[in-house]
């Protein structure tokens, strides 16, 4: 019932470049910006027609570190991007009107300062078509249970000791993450439409579909981060399969395109599609 889109063949492997980031859009010292990681990963070699046409053989995934979107809809995201813009984005969540505490509890909680890209969960917090009539969110999870600790502190660590504690971990071995999958069983309290609440486990357990590999290397040579900077992705990079759903994925379409553009055009680093033959 899973084996739609990327999951069909079950013994079939896919190239990957897999970007880590932070929550953005400054890039302080590492410390200063705690609380939402993101993932990006990239598959190619993927055949089929795509939702998009700037690239023909590759499906991209997303997540962030918390399994819930800060507001649940464009409209609130509209509303916060405003407050944000005025400088009281704690308004969003504290208004007596149409405040949202509980929700900006939860945010707070899953907003730690983290050790290391590669211990802790990715979540789609979207859902996705899964085949013609089925629907998911997804998340990447460490295979990895163990946390490390912030080099440094109490002082202060190293600006970019996120990046340093990659570097630790791939040089010494692979890195894996388990790829697990959420069918939607119940319409009502696994929503499409909107993107805080968090589908019940209990109604529909996660599955293990696929496992993603960081084999062991060095990947912060110059070439490759400059590489990363042309790399465009979007979550309709997808097979119809895995059509985006939702109004914030709708509006993601936009804003994704919008925003690659915009910074491959200040960098000087025209968009390309990867092929997965690059090496550095």
């Known amino acids: 019932a899973l084996r739609h889109g990327i999951l069909a063949e079950p013994s079939r492997r896919f190239p990957a470049w897999v970007r880590f980031g932070g929550p953005g859009p400054e890039s302080p010292p590492d410390i200063d910006d705690v609380g939402v990681l993101s993932i990006g990963v990239k598959l190619m070699g993927v055949p089929g027609p ?10 991209d995934l997303t997540g962030i570190s918390t399994p819930v979107f800060t507001t649940p809809d464009v409209l609130e995201n509209a509303r916060l991007q405003a407050l944000i813009r005025r400088g009281t984005p704690l308004y969003f969540f504290a208004s007596p009107k149409n405040g949202r505490w509980l929700n900006g509890l ?22 996705y078509r899964l085949g013609e009539r089925g629907a998911m969110p997804y998340a990447f999870v460490p295979r990895a249970r163990g946390v490390s600790r912030v080099p440094g502190l109490p002082g202060r660590p190293s600006d970019d000791y996120l990046r340093e504690a990659m570097v630790r971990a791939l040089s010494a071995g692979d890195v894996l993450f388990d790829l697990m999958v959420q069918p939607q069983t119940d319409p009502r309290r696994m929503p499409i439409e909107s993107a805080g609440v968090r589908w019940p486990a209990s109604l529909s357990p996660p599955v293990h579909v696929a496992t993603l590999r960081l084999p062991r290397q060095v990947f912060d040579s110059p070439a490759q981060l400059a590489f990363a900077h042309r790399l465009s992705i979007s979550p309709w990079h997808a097979l119809p399969a895995h059509r985006p759903l939702g109004n914030l994925n709708r509006a993601r379409l936009h804003v994704y395109r919008a925003l690659s553009r915009m910074r491959q055009r200040m960098n000087g680093t025209p968009h390309v599609e990867p092929t997965g033959d690059e090496t550095f």
């Open 50 to 59: 795509k939702l998009l046409d700037d690239e023909r053989w590759t499906q």
């Open 106 to 127: 939860m945010q707070g909680l899953w907003s730690r300062t983290q050790t290391s890209p590669f211990e802790t969960p990715y979540w789609s917090c979207t859902a």
